[in-house]
């Protein structure tokens, strides 16, 4: 929906609380320009800009700045985990990035803000705001729109130092710093990737194999239900929700869903109660 000037863009949090203390800066976004001055009025635009009020100055005087007036902040995916990237922020910085909801850093070498994406369109919209226990350093969990580091990469951490320390040669994304649920998500995508001329793993077989897939499904959460049902004691109920938790990523990988989108989905229905939303899901479907 285009914006008019002097009207407030929507709070792009998806946490009631975040979006209430901080209310969102207001911007315009309705001129159009033409070649370099519409690519340099872009990023204009898609930079965010500081809006100070009294809550928000109380929260920057708790930061601890350097002697320089920065933290670092450390930008992470609010549904996978991933840490994105890291930079530099001043006051300003801050101040902009509640206000806008995006994610907003101090260019030393330029000194002046950006925002990450005011160039790319691969913005990262903040859900929350954390500070460490020293007020020294700073997160933003948020969602990206799109890959972070400037090399294409989803984040920019994917070098490993075991591999520097061991003279592997270096794999690009392929090592890329992710949880154990997102490394098991990148493993059946690899083993959906194999070609179909030798042995396939057990992997593959079920994703080639819908009856079979949904067979282990069924017969996994029903081991599941027995381990309480039978009181089987907690490391059974661990290893048989690893085995539902495995088999239902596979269905996942067969149907083309990314774990992130369940996340999403989840993280979404935190605000309802769990009958509100079975209510909604009649509703929407009648």
């Known amino acids: 929906m285009q914006q008019q000037c002097g009207k407030e863009m929507p709070a792009i949090s998806r946490n009631p609380g975040f979006s209430r203390r901080f209310p969102p800066a207001q911007v315009c976004l309705s001129r159009r320009f033409s070649g370099a001055a519409s690519r340099a009025a872009t990023r204009a635009l898609a930079r965010s800009e500081p809006v100070s009020t009294v809550e928000v100055e109380a929260l920057l005087d708790l930061i601890k700045w350097d002697s320089s007036g920065l933290a670092v902040a450390i930008a992470q995916d609010v549904d996978t985990g991933a840490i994105l990237m890291q930079g530099f922020v001043n006051r300003d910085a801050v101040s902009a990035t509640i206000a806008s909801k995006r994610a907003t850093y101090f260019s030393r070498s330029r000194r002046s803000l950006w925002t990450k994406g005011e160039t790319s369109s ?28 400037h090399t294409g990469a989803d984040t920019c951490y994917f070098t490993r130092a075991a591999d520097i320390l061991q003279n592997k040669p270096l794999i690009g994304e392929n090592g890329l710093a992710t949880s154990t649920l997102y490394d098991l998500e990148r493993v059946i995508q690899q ?25 282990k499904i069924r017969e996994e959460a029903g081991e599941l239900c027995k381990t309480v049902e039978e009181n089987e004691g907690r490391k059974r109920t661990v290893s048989e929700m690893a085995d539902v938790l495995y088999h239902s990523m596979v269905l996942l990988a067969a149907q083309d869903v990314k774990m992130a989108e369940v996340m999403e989905v989840l993280r979404a229905r935190f605000s309802q109660s769990g009958i509100e939303e079975k209510s909604s899901r009649g509703r929407s479907s009648s």
């Open 122 to 149: 691969n913005f990262i919209d903040v859900v929350d705001v954390y500070l460490d226990c020293d007020r020294d350093s700073i997160i933003y969990l948020g969602k990206p729109d799109g890959p972070t580091c």
């Open 191 to 215: 083993r959906k990737s194999e070609p179909d001329g030798k042995k396939p793993s057990w992997t593959k077989r079920l994703l080639q194999d819908q009856k079979l897939l949904c067979s």
